[in-house]
């Protein structure tokens, strides 16, 4: 049976090379540097990606910030007419 990537009784090409020698090699440039260059590393890919995130402008923040204040306040609404219900309904029930 064929799927996109290749046969299932058929390893792909790529699979099928043996590793080099620096493949191989534990830890690679990472095992080369202490703790401080990959802990530099990590806050430049983290850096790194938040320059690839799409910042709303600010009309969209101020509709999104209006958007959650509402939802929320209608919610905190329909659960305090919930409860009020039920402490009537408890008292009724248990005097």
Do not use: C, N
């Amino acid at each position: 049976m064929t799927d996109a990537v290749g046969s299932i009784d058929m390893p792909d090409a790529e699979d099928e090379a043996p590793e080099s020698k620096k493949a191989r090699k534990k830890g690679g440039k990472r095992g080369k540097k202490g703790p401080f260059g990959r802990l530099a590393l990590f806050y430049r890919q983290i850096i790194a990606e938040l320059r690839k995130v799409v910042w709303p402008t600010r009309s969209q923040l101020s509709t999104y910030t209006t958007v959650v204040i509402v939802f929320v306040v209608v919610m905190i609404g329909l659960v305090t007419v919930i409860d009020y219900g039920f402490s009537h309904l408890v008292k009724y029930v248990f005097g």
